[in-house]
C-alpha cells in the first residue's frame, strides 16, 4: 500500500528540480497571496510574484519582489531580471529548513536588495533583515514595520 505522502514525493521532487525550490503549500500560498493584497494596498511599489531574478550572477526566485513604482513596458518582457528589487521575501515551505533561507538572506542583501523579510506561516511570524543589522526585527502580532522602506502592514492581515 502506498501512502499519500509517498504518492506526492515524486511529484514534489519534480516540482523542486523544475524550479529549484521547494514546493508551496496551502499556507505558504495563503500567507503569499495576503501579503500580495496588503502591498498592492500601499501603492508605491509594484509587487511581483515569482520573479526570475539574476543577482551577482545566481539565479533566484522569491515569492515575493517589490520595486519602486514605474510605468510598465508591456512591449517588452524579462525572463530573467538583473535589477535588485528593494524588497525580496521568502516564504518558509515545509520541506525548507532555515539555513537555506538565511543563505539567500544574505546573498539577496549583498546583492542590494535594501530589504528582506522571511515568513513562517507555521509559526505565524516575520523576521525582518536589513544590510548591516546584526539581528532581524520580529514581529508575532501588531503591525510589521519595516523601516527602510517605510512600510507597514498589518499582522492580522497577513496571518488571516
Not at 515569482?50 to 510598465?72: F, M, V
Not at 539555513?99 to 525582518?128: C, F, N, Q, T
Request: one cysteine or more; a negative charge.
Amino acid at each position: 500500500m502506498i501512502t499519500l505522502a509517498e504518492a506526492a514525493e515524486p511529484v514534489v521532487l519534480t516540482y523542486e528540480q523544475e524550479r529549484g525550490k521547494p514546493m508551496p503549500s496551502r499556507l505558504h500560498s495563503t500567507v503569499q497571496s495576503n501579503l500580495i493584497v496588503e502591498f498592492a494596498k500601499i501603492g508605491a511599489y509594484r509587487v511581483q510574484s515569482e520573479l526570475s531574478l539574476e543577482l551577482d550572477g545566481k539565479k533566484w526566485t522569491p515569492d515575493i519582489c517589490l520595486y519602486a513604482r514605474q510605468p510598465q513596458d508591456w512591449l517588452h518582457d524579462e525572463i530573467l531580471v538583473k535589477e535588485a528589487p528593494l524588497l525580496a521575501i521568502e516564504i518558509f515551505s515545509p520541506s525548507q529548513h532555515g539555513g537555506e533561507l538565511m543563505d539567500k538572506v544574505h546573498a539577496y542583501l549583498a546583492a542590494g536588495v535594501k530589504s528582506v523579510w522571511l515568513v513562517s506561516p507555521m509559526m505565524r511570524s516575520v523576521a525582518i533583515y536589513h544590510l548591516g543589522d546584526t539581528a532581524a526585527r520580529s514581529f508575532g502580532g501588531g503591525k510589521i514595520t519595516d523601516s527602510a522602506l517605510d512600510i507597514e502592514v498589518e499582522y492580522d492581515a497577513v496571518f488571516a
